[in-house]
């Protein structure tokens, strides 16, 4: 693996700002969800900057032999509405580092060279006024043997509307309980809802993040297939959560909930399961249940 090259922050932010304010700019892959291209269609000492246009939900890009750079708009359909969004680099990502553009200066989120567990990690942003952009700059200019080498850039990004809860890290910031309202709308909203016992959890420095090995009695939605099922009748699924948010393994049952993004699962509300029937009991008898809850009320409170 070749070694992280040290920069000044300021003066790789002045750097690249300018030289994204003084290059020339091609607009690419508008409307688009996924975007593939290659370094090699462009002039070697070229300094243009391709401009990537997403307006969905969820998607690709794939850059091959890195040249100057890319500058990737992001918007959540054509609503104008703010969200968050999350990307994620592939394990053999290589060739290039990828900044975000916030406050008309570029933070440094992805280098190039980072170890394979770590570019897993997702780093995730707000938008302003309906968008965010990325800046992908290709790394230094490389000369002899090394130029020949294939180096891809591989990015999936996701984005989310700011109504849903626990999208990414940034969501984490007090890693708190779920009030009833949000108990309430996360078990009738969320990619999967279980009823569970927490086997494990497991802590990952490199990815800053926790994972629990659940053994599921009851799997209430999923949309994807993160739960499945032994030969005795139990699912067994992964659920990651932030490092930071100390999670523990607890005795008993839990009504887990949480959304699937990049194809795993994450951790929303995790109500102990016993309290949580009583608020869906609550919930159902004043009319303030947003959805039917007569799996959770007629089930047992199995310790």
């Not at 989120?109 to 997702?122: H, K, T, V, Y």
């Not at 569970?196 to 949309?223: F, H, M, Y």
Request: neutral net charge.
């Amino acid at each position: 693996m070749r070694p992280l090259r040290a920069a000044s922050p300021a003066a790789t932010t002045l750097l690249l700002w300018t030289f994204w304010l003084g290059a020339s700019a091609t607009r690419y892959s508008e409307d688009q969800c996924d975007w593939a291209g290659s370094g090699l269609t462009q002039q070697q000492q070229s300094k243009s900057v391709q401009q990537v246009y997403f307006r969905c939900v969820e998607g690709t890009l794939e850059w091959k032999y890195p040249r100057g750079a890319l500058r990737i708009v992001l918007e959540h359909g054509t609503s104008g509405r703010d969200f968050k969004g999350c990307v994620q680099a592939d394990r053999t990502f290589s060739g290039a580092n990828v900044y975000l553009e916030e406050d008309e200066k570029l933070k440094l989120i992805i280098q190039d060279g980072e170890s394979a567990d770590n570019l897993e990690r997702l780093r995730c942003f707000s938008s302003k006024d309906g968008r965010t952009a990325l800046y992908v700059e290709a790394a230094a200019h490389l000369t002899g043997a090394e130029a020949v080498v294939k180096r891809v850039v591989t990015l999936k990004y996701e984005l989310q509307l700011v109504t849903h809860r626990h999208f990414g890290e940034d969501d984490f910031k007090e890693c708190r309980p779920c009030n009833d309202t949000e108990l309430l709308t996360a078990f009738c909203s969320s990619d999967f809802v279980v009823k569970a016992r927490i086997k494990s959890v497991t802590n990952n420095a490199d990815t800053k993040e926790s994972t629990l090995e659940l053994s599921a009695s009851q799997v209430l939605r999923q949309k994807e297939t993160i739960f499945a099922a032994n030969s005795h009748g139990h699912h067994h699924g992964l659920v990651r959560t932030p490092l930071k948010c100390g999670v523990q393994r607890g005795e008993g049952q839990f009504l887990i909930t949480g959304s699937i993004h990049f194809g795993k699962a994450r951790l929303g509300c995790a109500p102990r399961f016993k309290e949580f029937k009583k608020l869906a009991e609550y919930a159902t008898r004043t009319g303030r249940n947003m959805c039917n809850m007569e799996e959770v009320i007629s089930g047992k409170d199995d310790l």
